[in-house]
Each structure stands twice: as C-alpha cells, then as structure tokens.
C-alpha cells in the first residue's frame, strides 16, 4: 500500500463525513435560494404635481389645525354597507381606486376633505366615469371632494376655506 492508500484507510471516516457535508452545503445553497422578488423602491411617492400641491396643502394645513394624507385608498375612507347584496361587486369598485389627498383634523383621522388633483388625463371619458362615481359616492357618504388643476393653486387656501366652511 502506498502512502496515499493508508492516508485514505485511515482516514475514510473523515473523508466521507467531509463530502457528505460539501454535498449538503451543495443542496442547500442550489435549492435554498430565495427566488429574488420583482420589486424595487419608487423613485417618488408623487409626481411633480402632487408634490408642489402637498406642500401647498401642508402650509395650508399647518396653519389651520389640519392633517393631510395623500394616496389613500378609496376603500379606507368608504366602507360597503355590512349585508349589501353582492357586497364584493361593490367593494371591487373602490378597493382599487386611490384618492390624491386626504384633510383630517390635526390629531384625528377622520376625513373631513377629499382633494383629486386633476390634468388631462381626468378629461378621458373612462376617467370622467371614474371621478363622477367618485363623488357620488362621496355625496352619499357625506364626504366632501373637491378636483383641483395646478392652475387654482394660486388660489388653493381660497377654495380649501370655502369646502371646510
């Protein structure tokens, strides 16, 4: 027997205990992979827009004892009366839907304003058919919704005080 025979004898225990684990080590990494999710961080939570109206609306807010949300989801803000027939048929019309910006007395989260900043897009016929069930929905609920363009920002304080009251 040469050298490389005895070393193998002595030491075959070892030897295979040592490949079991590189194998295992081998298994776990190849099928313990997570699969990378198809996901990345936004570059913004607003558009341009949206952010020149947020901060207008937080000057706003600061000044008169509100708080302001944006992106908020139609189905947080309206609920579909408990029994409603066909209850998911309703609830599938506003889950999906988001509304820009949300007035809510400063330490309360109930909401007292509903702002939609509005552009060309809102001029689409599905997108009038949107904003239309919007506020009838809001009317029903008594919730008070206004659309506003970029160009009544100058005079957004204005209009904000008129919807509060």
């Known amino acids: 027997m040469n050298n490389l025979d005895n070393f193998i004898g002595n030491n075959l225990i070892y030897i295979t205990a040592a490949a079991a684990v590189i194998l295992l080590a081998a298994i776990a990494f190849i099928f313990g992979r997570k699969k990378r999710l198809p996901y990345i961080k936004a570059e913004n939570l607003l558009t341009k827009n949206e952010r020149d109206c947020y901060m207008l609306l937080r000057d706003f807010s600061d000044r008169h004892g509100y708080d302001v949300l944006c992106k908020i989801r139609f189905a947080d803000i309206v609920n579909v009366c408990k029994g409603t027939k066909d209850y998911m048929k309703w ?23 509903l702002i939609e900043l509005d552009d060309r897009s809102h001029d689409a016929p599905e997108r009038i058919e949107r904003d239309n069930f919007v506020d009838e929905v809001c009317g029903v609920c008594g919730i008070d919704i206004v659309h506003i363009y970029r160009r009544d920002f100058a005079g957004l304080d204005g209009i904000l005080k008129k919807h509060l009251g």
């Open 91 to 113: 609830f599938n019309k506003i889950k999906s839907k988001h509304i820009d910006f949300v007035l809510c007395r400063k330490y309360e989260t109930d909401p007292v304003l």
